[in-house]
């Protein structure tokens, strides 16, 4: 047996074969902003975009804990209380107040 025969076997299906890997599957998805938009399926592996429906498992509860209303700006959702709280008033002039206090 030479040396030359111990190295001939190797394992060529894992870590040789990443290093040969150039070309990028995913790209930034213009919905939810991570690099999971697959670029030849057009379809984001977050957020399921295109669809209309943002993409949610009850399989996974952390990930819906990351992704749930709240975790954001809620630019709409902060103002609803407050108008809840007057009963959605629109384009009425303000309710007169009681004497000025001095």
Sequence with gaps: MQL????????TKGTSSF????NKTHTLCR???RRS???QKHTCAACGYPAAKT???NWSEKAKRRKTVGTGRMRYLSD?????K????????KEA???ALK
């Design 4 to 11: 030359c025969d111990i190295f001939v076997a190797k394992m």
């Design 19 to 22: 290093g040969k890997r150039h």
């Design 31 to 33: 919905r939810c902003g």
């Design 37 to 39: 938009l697959h670029i």
């Design 55 to 57: 993409r949610k498992y």
């Design 80 to 84: 609803v209380s407050r108008r809840f």
């Design 86 to 93: 007057n009963g959605f008033r629109t384009g009425t002039p």
């Design 97 to 99: 107040r009681g004497p």
